[in-house]
Each structure stands twice: as structure tokens, then as C-alpha cells.
């Protein structure tokens, strides 16, 4: 009875606000490749952010900073401190910095921490200058800014 009280409690147990998103990042998936194509949030940047925990802790009824991962609207109007893409400046992007410097995922994360690699910042990056499926596309971006 203890031994079943226990296995609840450890299934039931999530940290903090964060909720339980399936496989986590270890487990085998084959390395991300940059397409060649135009970069969607379906086919490509979803996948990452997921491979990174990130819907773990932004979702739900309270996200953490606020903000709501798992959609691509959620990812473009950010959170506390306001957009977290611009679209087509991934430059002046306030989630391009903090994925750089592996700043998200956080430390805590559960799981472990995993930083983005090359490709897959070159993804999310590519995804926001094409225009993050928001306003513009790649064809109508305006030149960024400086
Ligand atoms: C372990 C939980 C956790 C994970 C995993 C996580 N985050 Fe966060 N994130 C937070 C918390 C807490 C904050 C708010 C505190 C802060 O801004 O430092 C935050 C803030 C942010 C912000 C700023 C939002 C705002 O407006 O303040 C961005 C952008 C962000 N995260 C992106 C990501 C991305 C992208 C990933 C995956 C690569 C990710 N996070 C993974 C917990 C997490």
C-alpha cells in the first residue's frame, strides 16, 4: 500500500509549474539537419523547442514568464518582457540571445539542461527572419534593423 502511495506520488510529482510533455530530449532522435527550403513552425521549429523541454514550463495555465510555447503565436508575442521574436530580425530578437547563450532552457530544467546546437539555432533563427509565419513571409520582410 506504501510502495503504491509512493509510485503516485512519483508519477503525480511535477517541478514547479511545468507539465509533463512526453519523451523528453534524451531520448534518441536522429541530429537536426538545416533544410534547405522555407523554415515552418510544424515541420521544424515545434520539434525543437520540444526536444528542449521548452513546452514543459511554457504552457498551461500559468507559463512560465508568461509565455506559451507551444504555439507559434504564443512564441511571437512572448511574455513578461514583451515579444520574444521580431519578425524577420532574429537580431533584435530578445529569444535569439537567450538561446545563444543557453540562457533557455534553464539549468533546473527537468530532464536536464540542453542547449540548442548550431542547426538549431540556425532553424529558429532562419524561422524568424523568414518572417515566424506572423505578419510578413520571406518574400515581404522588410530589411531589419540596425
Ligand atoms: C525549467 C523551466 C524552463 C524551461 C525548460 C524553459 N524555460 Fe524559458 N523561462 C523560464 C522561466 C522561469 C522564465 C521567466 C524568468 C526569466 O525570464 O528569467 C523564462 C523566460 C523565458 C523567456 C522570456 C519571456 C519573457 O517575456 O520574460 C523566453 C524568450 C524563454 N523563456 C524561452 C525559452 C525557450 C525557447 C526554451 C527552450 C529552449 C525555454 N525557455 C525553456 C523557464 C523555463
Known amino acids: ?6 509510485l503516485a506520488l512519483l508519477v503525480t510529482w511535477t ?6 510533455v512526453g519523451d523528453p530530449w534524451y531520448v534518441e532522435r536522429p541530429l537536426v539537419v538545416v ?20 513546452d514543459a514550463c511554457h504552457s498551461g495555465a500559468d507559463p512560465s514568464g508568461g509565455m506559451d510555447l507551444t504555439t507559434a503565436d ?8 514583451g515579444p520574444a521574436v521580431v519578425p524577420c530580425d532574429s537580431g533584435h530578437s530578445l529569444v535569439t ?8 532552457p534553464p539549468d533546473e530544467t527537468p530532464g536536464g539542461q ?3 546546437d548550431a542547426a ?3 532553424i529558429v533563427r ?6 515566424a509565419e506572423a505578419v510578413y513571409d520571406a518574400a515581404t520582410c522588410p530589411a531589419p534593423s540596425r
Do not use: K, N
Not at 500500500?1 to 509512493?6: E, F, G
Not at 517541478?15 to 509533463?20: F, L, S, Y
Not at 532562419?126 to 518572417?131: A, K, Q, T
Open 15 to 20: 517541478p514547479g509549474a511545468c507539465v509533463d
Open 35 to 54: 533544410p534547405d527550403g522555407p523554415i515552418s513552425w510544424t515541420d521544424h521549429v515545434q520539434q525543437i523547442l520540444h526536444d528542449h523541454t521548452c
Open 97 to 104: 540571445s537567450y538561446l545563444e547563450e543557453c540562457f533557455m
Open 114 to 116: 540542453r542547449c540548442l
Open 74 to 81: 504564443g512564441f511571437v508575442a512572448g511574455g513578461d518582457s
Open 120 to 122: 538549431e539555432l540556425e
Open 126 to 131: 532562419r524561422w524568424i527572419d523568414e518572417g
Open 1 to 6: 500500500m506504501l510502495r503504491l502511495a509512493a
